[in-house]
């Protein structure tokens, strides 16, 4: 799995040869970085997390400092209408990724018009209003996005895709406006990233040795809306033939899971000059089996997971935002009454600088969804409160 | 007499509006509707009719925040947050910066395609030009 995700990087390589050595039209005095646009950007967030009642993401009730993430981008735009970038990135996410670098979009992009533009790479999905923001702690008031709606132990899963996007603004007069896009992709995981121990702690076997999709769609739906700042939002996207083969390293039993999945987002938002609310709804729909053929064995998988948000956010000064939330998860959506989880969230943002950020926050949940039986030998509670400190800087 | 009556209703007229757009002279237009600067200003389209591309230059004095946020009820501090979302998410590109008025005029004076949203200022230089809003607002 290691050399394939090498191999991917070669995308990477094959997008900056592109971009340094086709010249653009420039004049002899303007530098090659000048006439190509070029411009780097990248960011740095180092944090703190300890909760009482659970161990959440891996060991926390002590306290860990195994929570940072760190990108570096590249950006050129040779022509009009063109633009070409790559981004690594890394986190560790308690025991979680622990690190490990990837490609995390690399593309070449043609703007057509405002209707139409193709983007055609390795690029982030749209799904809801975040998850192509999902890893830029710069971009939000709060550390965490809701992970009832976006999950943290599953981010390689919808994170993004390799394949094609079409996108667009469409003017509507008077009714506002339209933004869309459509894409279509596969997508390839590495053993060593957080999704594959995140597998194997659902139960396929503690040893997960590939895991793959056959393809995926999706796209969205934005309506810009004639209220200034408020805006509606339909995304969704399919994975077909999503696999996951692995074992149990106790009997040496192989099992292989095969489902399909549908992910569902209905979002709003309101953008005010000093608040800004937001409201987001997943449905997610997982149909498949494992089947584990040593012990004639073939389970269902059905998979009904539901959760929602709102939350709130004060612009109170440029350099202080005051963050409140509430969100709900429930692992059934046709059981309300079985595994769930209920959160409140407060969170204080300070920006000493424009690029540089300090956060505070507090999560006190009720409910034991998304807890790891593993991390707590000694029992689940279903009240247990998380605090996380992060800062963040960016250039 | 005529043209300092027009010149007093249109210095009244600028003074009631107290944003402007400061553009280079190469950019291919006469005037802008404010919604098509809100959409500049989010990134949600990046050129001009013509295909050319669009430079956007935020000025980060508090003077043009209160401008700003008359066009698109942001500050820049909140705009500058969501392009870094566009940014590190692969859909955009930066847009320049400036820290006061006189640096962002300067910036737009050299910079191709640039413009940027200030308070009523008296003059640019010969290399770019104001552009009057227009059209349909919030």
Redesign the interface.
């Known amino acids: 799995m290691l050399k394939r995700s090498w191999q991917k990087k070669g995308l990477f390589t094959a997008v900056m040869t592109t971009v340094v050595t086709v010249p653009h039209g420039a004049a002899e005095e303007t530098s090659w970085a000048e006439a190509l646009r070029l411009e780097a950007h990248g960011f740095a967030s180092f944090g703190y997390l300890q909760t009482e009642g659970n161990n959440w993401l891996g060991q926390t009730e002590n306290g860990t400092s195994e929570f940072w993430e760190a990108a570096a981008n590249v950006i050129a735009r040779p022509w009009d209408h063109v633009r070409i970038g790559a981004q690594i990135f890394a986190r560790d996410l308690v025991k979680y990724d622990n690190g490990q670098p990837s490609l995390d979009w690399a593309y070449i992009d043609y703007r057509a018009t405002d209707a139409i533009g193709v983007q055609v790479g390795r690029f982030k999905l749209p799904l809801g209003l975040y998850n192509e923001a999902l890893d830029i702690d710069s971009a939000r008031a709060s550390i965490f996005l809701p992970p009832s709606v976006y999950s943290l132990r599953s981010r390689d899963l919808y994170i993004s895709t390799d394949g094609a996007k079409a996108y667009g603004l469409l003017d509507i007069g008077g009714g506002g406006s339209l933004e869309y896009a459509a894409y279509g992709g596969k997508k390839e995981f590495s053993m060593d990233a957080g999704f594959a121990t995140y597998v194997s702690e659902l139960g396929v076997g503690d040893h997960v040795d590939d895991i793959v999709m056959d393809w995926q769609a999706g796209g969205f739906l934005h309506w810009h809306t004639p209220l200034d700042g408020l805006g509606l939002r339909l995304s969704g996207t399919y994975i077909d033939d999503f696999t996951a083969d692995a074992f149990f390293t106790s009997s040496g039993l192989a099992s292989y899971t095969r489902a399909d999945y549908i992910f569902a987002f209905v979002s709003a938002i309101y953008e005010m000059s000093e608040v800004t609310i937001a409201a987001e709804y997943l449905r997610l729909r997982g149909r498949g089996e494992t089947n584990v053929p040593g012990a004639s064995l073939v389970i269902p998988l059905i998979d009904n997971y539901e959760g929602t948000y709102i939350n709130t956010t004060w612009h109170a000064a440029s350099w202080l935002d005051c963050f409140v939330g509430v969100e709900g998860a429930w692992v059934d959506a046709s059981d309300r009454d079985g595994t769930r989880a209920y959160t409140w969230v407060a969170a204080v943002n300070l920006m000493p600088l424009s690029n540089w950020s300090l956060k505070v926050e507090f999560r006190d949940v009720y409910g034991e969804l998304g807890i790891n039986k593993g991390d707590n030998p000694g029992g689940i509670e279903n009240h247990w409160q998380v605090l996380a400190l992060k800062t963040t800087v960016d250039f | 007499m005529r043209y300092l009556i027009l010149l007093l209703l249109l210095s009244f007229q600028m003074s009631l509006s107290a944003a402007v757009v400061v553009a280079h002279n190469d950019v291919p237009v006469s005037n802008l509707d404010e919604s098509k600067i809100r ?1 500049f200003l989010l990134g ?4 001009f009719a013509n ?3 669009v430079v956007i230059v935020l000025c ?1 004095d508090s003077a043009a ?1 209160d401008a700003m ?1 008359k066009i698109v ?3 820049a ?2 705009l ?3 392009w ?2 566009l ?8 847009p320049l910066q400036a820290a006061t008025i006189q640096d962002a005029i300067a910036l737009v004076a050299r910079t191709p395609g640039a413009i940027t949203i200030l308070p009523l200022v008296e003059s640019v230089p010969q290399t770019c030009r104001i552009i009057p809003l227009g059209g349909a607002g ?1």
């Open positions: 959409d949600r389209t990046t050129a295909g050319q591309t980060m925040d946020k009820d942001r500050s501090n909140l500058l947050r969501g870094k979302r940014v590190f998410s692969g859909s955009g590109a930066m919030k």
